[in-house]
C-alpha cells in the first residue's frame, strides 16, 4: 500500500527495539556482563529493518558485538518443521551459520531475536540463545524472568503470548470504529 497515508505514517511509528534503543542511546556505567556476542539477523530483519541496530545496541553497553554474515539459518518460519523440509532446512543452516557457531567461543552469548532462528541454532548446536532484550536487561542489572520452558511447555508458553498479542491487537482493531465514531460525535457535538 505505498500510496496508503494511513501505511506510511505507521511505519514510520513502528520500530523494533533494537532500533528504537539505537536511535535514543543506552545510558549505562556498568561494565559490560558479556564479552563478545554473536548476533543472527532475522529475515524478517533484514527485509524490513536496520540489522545493524543490534550492534549498535550492545556497542551502547561495551559489547563486542558481530553481527554473522551468514544469511538464513534455515527455518524460515515454520519451512523446518515440516518434515520433507527439514533436510533443506539443516543444509541452509550448513551453509555458513553452523560452521560459524562452530568455529564461536564457548562463552560467547548468541543473540537471534526471531523465533525461527532462535529454534533453530538451540536444536541444531545446543547452545542457549538470548533476545536482544535479554542482554540489556542483564547488561542494566535488571533480573530477568526465568526462561520458558523446553519442548511442549515452551511450545505452548509462546502460542499463548501469541494469542494474547492477537486478542489485543483484534480488540484495538474492534475499538477503532468505536472510537473513530466516538470522535466523530464529539466533534459533531462541539461544531454545533
Not at 56 to 69: K, N, S, Y
Request: with cysteine; hydrophobic share 45%; proline share 7%.
Amino acid at each position: 500500500m505505498p500510496n496508503d497515508e494511513r501505511a506510511r505514517r505507521l511505519r514510520e511509528q513502528s520500530f523494533l527495539l533494537s532500533e528504537f534503543l539505537a536511535e535514543h542511546g543506552i545510558d549505562n556505567d556498568m561494565p559490560a556482563t558479556h564479552r563478545k556476542v554473536l548476533i543472527q539477523v532475522h529475515c524478517h530483519e533484514h527485509a524490513l529493518g536496520r540489522p545493524e541496530a543490534e550492534r549498535t545496541v550492545l556497542q551502547q553497553l561495551g559489547v563486542d558485538a558481530e553481527i554473522m554474515p551468514n544469511g538464513c539459518c534455515g527455518m524460515a518460519g515454520s519451512f523446518g518443521f515440516e518434515a520433507g523440509k527439514y533436510p533443506w532446512s539443516v543444509k541452509i543452516a550448513e551453509h555458513a551459520l553452523l560452521p560459524r557457531l562452530r568455529q564461536a567461543d564457548p562463552d560467547a552469548a548468541i543473540v537471534a531475536s526471531g523465533f525461527s532462528c532462535r529454534e533453530q541454532i538451540e536444536q541444531l548446536t545446543g547452545r542457549r540463545t538470548q533476545h536482544i532484550a535479554e542482554i540489556v536487561a542483564d547488561a542494566l542489572g535488571v533480573l530477568p524472568p526465568p526462561p520458558p520452558p523446553r519442548g511442549l511447555d515452551r511450545q505452548f508458553a509462546i502460542g499463548a503470548g501469541i494469542l494474547a498479542f492477537g486478542v489485543v491487537i483484534g480488540a484495538a482493531f474492534s475499538a477503532a470504529p468505536l472510537v473513530r465514531s466516538t470522535a466523530l460525535q464529539l466533534r459533531a457535538a462541539n461544531v454545533r
